[in-house]
């Protein structure tokens, strides 16, 4: 990071007003992204024609030979796949039912990278909590051989995920044959949620599913009605080997400084429900349609501007990895990192976590794009994919939208292409656009917060 800081010093000082710098550029991107109906094909070919992309899978592999064909149809240059390994897990047959007090079949989604039960699944008791502290409580007594219910109530998706990702672990550790886990979503809809969870290696792998908010409200209100009940799980997920993939990104040129680079994208695997429309595809379709818009106009910025849609961002992060190791030392030319992976519902602005002065210069671009809604600057920008790159000082933005539907959708069969509203995605399509070129064209560097001082 010490060469990251040397280098963001020894640029020239920005220009004190993109705004009116960039303001016939941005206006020219703006209106070719409300126009643009390519980028809205691209993606519904990918939804329809190619589907879910879950890492291993031979849709991922065909979405990835497509993304390179659409990136050299648009005119970028060096498009490449960096090559990595990912994770391979398989869902397989699974499903859930309430055996007792009656006899009902569960809406449940197996959770990525759980293990599966034995072929003849898990009958057990159920014991509802609602959070690690009822859990403890309970104590090894209560919970051995039993299958631990979180009914976990929704507080945002980061606070409440944690029961996802760490809670089979923490009820193995008390003696739980399986976990269930209330979806991570403020609707309900009797629509599952499945998303990635991790096993603490200090305790047994035990089976783990998410279930509907409706399901898991109803069992645990029995459940603290003294009434018993139990399920049987049947899953026969498990992971294979590591399979094969990589990372796929093509770029502009810079007209003054190709060595240095702004690099924007989202991911492009998804999970294995759905398709994968809002999470991630509408984000890394924007990402190419905007650098596609800027060939379309003939700009080349002083930079490089590249579009990336990273790997295994869902259940493993190999590809965030695999492109930082591909630009070793060139890490002191990374210039900016922006990653959309919130969906494409109206945007509002960018996140970025850079010092006060870069935060300065981007409320000046920002301005740029207030007739798509999309100016407002905050603080704690970044994302999976970018973070291996922003550890190591580069400046990190995140694309933030209204999400007001994201999570109703995230991780289930309803995230399709008919939830990507047209001209939503068009002004995420611009924004992106706009802020890459700025980043891209700009006399200065930003610099990420805390640089400076390293």
Avoid at 219 to 229: D, H, N, Q, S
Avoid at 327 to 347: H, K, L, T, W, Y
Wanted: glycine share 12%; net charge negative.
């Amino acid at each position: 990071m010490l060469l990251l800081a040397a280098a963001a010093r020894a640029q020239e000082k920005p220009a004190q007003d993109l705004t009116s710098q960039y303001r016939e550029t941005a206006d020219k991107l703006i209106d070719a992204a409300l126009a643009d109906r390519e980028g809205y094909e691209r993606l519904a070919y990918l939804c329809y024609r190619i589907g879910n992309r879950l890492s291993g899978s031979p849709a991922l592999e065909r979405a990835i030979a497509w993304s390179a064909e659409q990136m050299k149809a648009a005119g970028l240059s060096n498009v490449r796949i960096i090559q990595t390994k990912v994770p391979h897990w398989v869902r397989g047959e699974e499903s859930a039912r309430m055996v007792a007090p009656l006899d009902k079949p569960l809406h449940m989604l197996g959770l990525g990278m759980s293990v599966g039960t034995p072929p003849e699944g898990v009958t057990a008791e159920v014991v509802a909590v609602s959070d690690f502290g009822e859990l403890d409580k309970l104590g090894a007594d209560r919970v051995r051989g039993r299958i631990v219910l979180y009914n976990e109530a929704y507080q945002g998706y980061w606070p409440t995920v944690n029961y996802r990702r760490n809670g089979a672990s923490r009820a193995a550790a008390l003696g739980a044959v399986a976990v269930l886990v209330r979806s991570v979503t403020p609707l309900a809809m009797q629509i599952p949620h499945t998303g990635e969870m991790r096993y603490d290696d200090a305790q047994p792998r035990i089976p783990a599913a998410a279930v509907s908010p409706e399901d898991a409200m109803m069992m645990a209100r029995l459940a603290a009605g003294g009434v018993t009940v139990k399920v049987h799980l049947r899953m026969s997920a498990h992971t294979e080997p590591d399979s094969d993939s990589g990372d796929v990104t093509a770029e502009i040129p810079g007209k003054e400084h190709p060595e240095e680079v702004v690099v924007i994208g989202g991911h492009i695997d998804s999970w294995d429900v759905g398709q994968g429309a809002q999470d991630d595809g509408a984000s890394i379709i924007a990402c190419l349609q905007a650098v596609a818009l800027m060939k379309k106009l003939g700009l080349q910025p002083r930079r490089t501007i590249r579009v990336a849609f990273w790997v295994n961002e869902e259940n493993g992060g190999r590809g965030g990895e695999a492109y930082r190791a591909w630009i070793g030392d060139r890490i002191r030319n990374q210039v900016a990192a922006i990653e959309m992976d919130g969906g494409a519902e109206s945007p509002v602005g960018f996140g970025a976590t850079v010092d006060k002065a870069s935060a300065d210069l981007l409320r000046q671009a920002g301005r740029l794009l207030e007739r798509v809604g999309a100016g407002d600057i905050s603080g704690g920008g970044g994302g999976a994919d970018i973070e291996p790159l922003m550890r190591d000082g580069v400046p990190g933005l995140a694309e933030r939208t209204v999400g007001t539907h994201y999570f109703d959708w995230h991780h289930t069969e309803a995230d399709t292409f008919d939830k990507v509203n047209l001209d939503d995605f068009r002004k995420n399509m611009a924004a992106m656009a706009v802020m890459g070129y700025v980043l891209a064209d700009m006399p200065g560097r930003l610099t990420a917060s805390g640089a400076a001082g390293q």
